[in-house]
Each structure stands twice: as structure tokens, then as C-alpha cells.
């Protein structure tokens, strides 16, 4: 099955082409450099930007790999959660396509393709704890198989990636600031005892990482001179050990707390003995160290994709795509993009045997 994955959720607008679970080809424009001015993704300006790259993009995929529309026998494209006006783009060209090719189509769960993104990579075993960190989500979820994915808990508030993108922020580092905090982060003496591990004293699996961010702005307020030792990019690897360490004490908290919530999952489901991790933060160094002795120690199998999998890419959404098709679920033209905030219908069609 040749399967055709398009993504448009945010500010990346990728294509790319799976064939029977293996990845052929990927095209992808990033929008990161752009809404960095603003400090932060603009809406109006993500969609017209997935407009204006989302033919050209496909046109060369197609050229790269000499085929044409009547090759693809499935489209999957990530219809939510995300922003409205950029899964229209995707989701309108995706109809489009499927209508003039007769090619199937199905709409895919943006964070259900990044928790099953690592099946590009390797076997994924169910079912199986996931735990979804990125920019706008930070979830628990019980992983059946690739259709039943059942969410456990969610934050309140901030997710993990927003937290380290809004530390970052304070601190003048480049927009999304993740990777950067990770990088000062290892440089750095975490005090394991200077932020605290919000939330975790509670039966729940939600989340809330608005405290900590918060208590960092506090503590960064209380010692102005940190805010005199940020760096440039330039000057990342001079940056004073006493930010360092800061940055390092924050991504250790972040770094607890999402260990403390996924091992209450794994206590409340015993019989579950895998943990898939995914999404942006999934990048972060010492959350791979800190999940994956964490797991060993318990004697349980963690996945991890690479960190390219781990962002917004339409690998995965070809995958997750191709996946729901192997087991009979496809949609028809009429299914919606959904946005951030609303929950994403049950409205695929099922048909068994000759479908899949
Ligand atoms: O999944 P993703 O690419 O986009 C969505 O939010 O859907 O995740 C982006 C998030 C950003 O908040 C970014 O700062 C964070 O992932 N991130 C990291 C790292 N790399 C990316 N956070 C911590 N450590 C990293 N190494
Ligand atoms: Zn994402």
C-alpha cells in the first residue's frame, strides 16, 4: 500500500510517502524561523504559509519519486487538534486528492501519529503506556492498539514544552526554547531541591506545569544578575555556570514530575508493561536517560523514537494513517478538521476484510 501523509496541524508543513510501514520519502517547510519573531506561532500567517508550500511541496515529492496521484492508494492527513485555519489547507488538499484519484482517505489524530510514530523505527508492542510531551500537550494515555488509544490524563494547564519554551522566553533564548534549555541543561548541577514537582502529590494522572514556570520566573526576578549572563546563539557554549545550573534544576523538575505521573500509570494498569513515549520534549536528553532506567529497573520495554520522529513531521501521519487502514478504518469525504480544544469524533468507517 502506498500511503500519502500530509501534516499542516501548526507551523510545519510536511509530506511524505510510506510504503508498508516503511518510509520512501519526506518533504517538510518549516515555518519555525518566521513566527520566532512573534515569539510564538501566528495563526493567520501558519495557514497562509501551509497554503503557499503545500502544492509546490507535493508537486516535488511526487517528481522526487516519479509517481503520480493514481499511485497513492491511501491519503491520511492530520485533521486535530490543531490550528483551525492550517489542518484546513492539509485537509482540503487531501479531499481534493482522494476525490480526483480514488485514492482511500483517512483523517488521523495528530497525537495518536506521534505516540505510534516510533512504529516507523521498530515493532510497537501492545498494549502499552504513552506519554505524549510536546509544545501543546503533555497526556497519559493506555495504548490498546493503533485505533483504541485511550486518553488517562491531561494537564490543567501549561504543557511540559510550553513550560521550557516560556522559561526560555524569560530568558531570551530563541523561540521554541526547548532544545536550548536541554542543551544549557547538561551543562549544568541540577539542586534538586530549588523547584518544586507540581502536582504530583495526588491520585491523578493530570498534569500542571503552570507552578513551576512560575516559580522559576519568581526565582529568575529574585536574582536579576542570571538575566545579565544569557547568551547568543553564538555564545551558548560560554554561558555562566551559575544559568546553567538554574536551567538544569528546572529540567530536572520537569523531568520528575512527568516520571512521578507515568509511573502512577503504569501502578494503575500492572498488566501493562511497555511505555511509548513521544512528541517534541520526547527530545529532551535527560527525559530519554530518566524514562528509559526508570523502565529497566522495573523490567519494562521502552520506546523511544528518534529524535526527527519526535517532531511535527508527516511520516507519522502517513504511519498512523496506514495503520487504521490495515485494520478496516477509513473515513469518508464529509469528516472535519477538529481544532485545539475540541474532542475529535469517533466517526471513521470500519469494514472488515476486503477494505484493509
Ligand atoms: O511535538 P512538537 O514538535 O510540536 C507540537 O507542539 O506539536 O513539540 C515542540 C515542543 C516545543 O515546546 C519545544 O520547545 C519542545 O518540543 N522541545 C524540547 C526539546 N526539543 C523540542 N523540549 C525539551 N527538550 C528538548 N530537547
Ligand atoms: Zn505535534
Known amino acids: 500500500m502506498l500511503c500519502l501523509g500530509i ?65 497513492i492508494d491511501l491519503v491520511a492527513v492530520a485533521r486535530g487538534p490543531g490550528l483551525l485555519g492550517s489542518l484546513l489547507v492539509g485537509v482540503a488538499f487531501a479531499k481534493a486528492l482522494a476525490l480526483a484519484s480514488g485514492a482511500r482517505i483517512v483523517g488521523v489524530n495528530h497525537l495518536h501519529a506521534h505516540l505510534l510514530a516510533a512504529g516507523l523505527e521498530q515493532e510497537m508492542p501492545f498494549p ?87 516559580s522559576v520566573i519568581q526565582y529568575l526576578d529574585k536574582h536579576p544578575e542570571l538575566l545579565s549572563m544569557v547568551p547568543t546563539l553564538d555564545t551558548l557554549e560560554e554561558t555562566d555556570q551559575a544559568l546553567c545550573d538554574v536551567c538544569a534544576s528546572f529540567n530536572l523538575a520537569v523531568v520528575d514530575t512527568l516520571r512521578i505521573k507515568t509511573e502512577k500509570a503504569l501502578r494503575a494498569h500492572p498488566h501493562i508493561g511497555h511505555l511509548v513515549v513521544a512528541g517534541g520534549v520526547a527530545s529532551n536528553s535527560l527525559l530519554r536517560e530518566s524514562l528509559s532506567s526508570f523502565m529497566h529497573e522495573r523490567g519494562g520495554s521502552i520506546i523511544l523514537p528518534s529524535p526527527a520522529l519526535c517532531t511535527d513531521n508527516a511520516a507519522m501521519i502517513a504511519h498512523a494513517g496506514e495503520a487504521l487502514a490495515a485494520l478496516g478504518y477509513t473515513h469518508d469525504l464529509c469528516f472535519e478538521a477538529i481544532p485545539r480544544g475540541r474532542t475529535l469524533p469517533d466517526d471513521m468507517r470500519h469494514c472488515q476484510g476486503h477494505c484493509a
Request: net charge negative; proline share 5%.
Open 7 to 71: 501534516e499542516s496541524s501548526c507551523d510545519e508543513t510536511a509530506l511524505a510517502l510510506v510504503q508498508d510501514g516503511r518510509l520512501l520519502d519526506s518533504v517538510l517547510a518549516t515555518q519555525v524561523d518566521m513566527h520566532a519573531l512573534f515569539g510564538g506561532v501566528v495563526p493567520e500567517l501558519a495557514s497562509r504559509e501551509h497554503y503557499r508550500f503545500i502544492g509546490p511541496l507535493f508537486d516535488s515529492l511526487m517528481e522526487r519519486n516519479t509517481c503520480t496521484i493514481q499511485d
Open 128 to 214: 502499552s503506556i504513552g506519554l505524549l510531551v510536546s509544545g501543546g500537550h503533555t497526556h497519559l494515555y493506555a495504548m490498546h492498539d493503533p485505533a483504541r488509544i485511550e486518553l488517562l490524563g491531561r494537564t490543567l494547564d501549561d504543557a511540559a514544552g510550553e513550560a521550557f519554551d516560556k522559561v526560555g522566553k524569560v530568558l531570551h533564548l530563541p523561540y521554541p526554547a526547548g532544545k536550548w534549555m536541554d542543551m544549557l541543561a547538561r551543562k549544568g548541577r541540577a539542586d534538586a531541591k530549588l523547584f518544586p514537582r507540581p502536582y504530583t502529590d495526588n491520585d491523578t494522572l493530570d498534569f500542571s506545569f503552570s507552578g513551576l514556570k512560575t
